[in-house]
């Protein structure tokens, strides 16, 4: 029987797993056997061992950069890199091995991998690796080195990054790549959004760039009320916003990720409406004027194809960009990540957002934009690619 791994290697949240899920589902039901590899395995293990797959912890490091290194601002997918190994062959050379233990007891004819450099070092010139991701988690693997997306330089020498990774593939008797980027770049790789929301569109070969599956309709009816959020508790400015909210005349509900039963119940005696499980994305996006959020890209997808507008709160720098760039189709307000804000920020975001019909009008005009170029489906494309790839080794 062919194989297909898996790899979730770096980055938070469910978005990873979730994208992936549904490509599994598919090459299962063509034959394929697959197995997952991830980063958070106990958030995910539950959505995939009820499918009835293989899952195996990812390896990972504390992502502590070394002292010359830890005080500069991260300004490029290569400082990401080097939070987590990438300048100390010794740390690097552990996780290698272990990703390739994982890979080759499982011995499968392709890899297909979302932000997840490690297990494209571990099977580089061995296995084909076919790369998912957004613009943040793909960059182009074309490029000689990875492009700062601030205005600061690169923390790490993209030469001492590229050393690290060649003196770990002497050590191992591998294959040595010319360029750092190669380990994110496969034959064929593709951007799971539109490509307003990917700034790197026009530097990218051999990539395709299209939602994954089709977006909803724009939605059909008047909203009910003024707002819908989906936060993250374990984020500490979502209790700036839970305190906006609570401290406003607005209505509206919410659902509160990784929140227990004793932090819902502490907002609702302050009158929010908190959902225990999350609405169908459409229905609460539909009842609300505003949606608020943390700007991850799947749900800024999906509400910007129904056509409300949006208040981005982004966790990180990743989320912050997201957010700016959907703010300049005109539909979005968008506060300064890293916890650097204040209820009352959240409460001038959100009125302007509620008040100037000019959000609300690019919102409707963004929805039927969309729905004139859909239904998009790379999620179809991609599967063909793998089943065509795997079938033909």
């Known amino acids: 029987m062919k194989k297909v791994l898996f790899a979730w290697e770096l980055g938070d949240g469910l978005g990873h797993v979730s994208r992936l899920l549904p490509i599994a589902n598919i090459l299962r039901d063509n034959g394929i056997e697959c197995a997952f590899v991830v980063r958070n395995l106990i958030v995910t293990h539950s959505m995939i061992a009820r499918e009835g797959y293989k899952v195996f912890q990812a390896p990972l490091v504390t992502p502590y950069a070394p002292p010359d290194v830890r005080d500069k601002v991260i300004a490029s997918i290569g400082d990401v890199l080097a939070t987590v190994g990438y300048v100390e062959p010794d740390k690097l050379t552990a996780l290698t091995d272990g990703w390739a233990a994982i890979i080759d007891s499982f011995d499968p004819d392709l890899v297909i991998a979302d932000y997840s450099p490690t297990a494209g070092l571990a099977a580089f010139g061995e296995r084909p690796v076919v790369p998912i991701g957004d613009w943040f988690t793909l960059p182009p693997g074309n490029w000689s080195e990875f492009r700062t997306f601030k205005d600061a330089p690169n923390r790490v020498d993209p030469e001492r990054l590229l050393e690290t990774v060649r003196e770990v593939q002497r050590r191992r008797g591998k294959a040595l790549p010319d360029r750092v980027p190669a380990l994110m770049h496969g034959a064929r790789n593709f951007i799971v959004t ?51 909210l609570a401290q406003s005349n607005w209505s509206g509900d919410l659902y509160l990720r990784d929140a227990n039963d004793e932090i819902r119940n502490r907002w ?64 979005a307000t968008v506060l300064k ?57």
């Open 194 to 244: 539109i490509p307003e929301l990917d700034p790197y569109q026009n530097y990218r070969e051999d990539t395709e760039t299209s939602p994954l599956r089709p977006l909803p309709a724009p939605a059909s009816r008047e909203p009910e009320q003024d707002y819908f959020a989906y936060l993250s508790n374990g984020y500490a400015g979502t209790q700036k916003v839970l305190e906006a």
């Open 337 to 393: 990540s890293g916890n650097r804000f204040q209820p009352e920020h959240i409460a001038q975001a959100v009125t302007a957002t509620l008040t100037q019909e000019r959000f609300a009008e690019k919102a409707r005009i963004a929805a039927a934009d969309l729905e004139r170029r859909g239904p998009f489906n790379l999620f179809a494309r991609i599967s063909d690619y793998v089943l065509s790839t795997v079938n033909a080794r």
């Open 268 to 331: 609702r005696d302050r009158g929010l409406t908190i959902h225990d499980a999350p609405r169908p994305i459409e229905q609460a996006v539909a009842s609300a004027r505003v949606v608020i959020h943390h700007g991850g890209i799947g749900t800024l997808e999906q509400v910007l194809a129904i056509g409300r507008p949006q208040c981005i709160v982004p966790r990180h720098f990743e989320q912050q960009k997201n957010g700016e760039y959907l703010g300049k189709l005109g539909s």
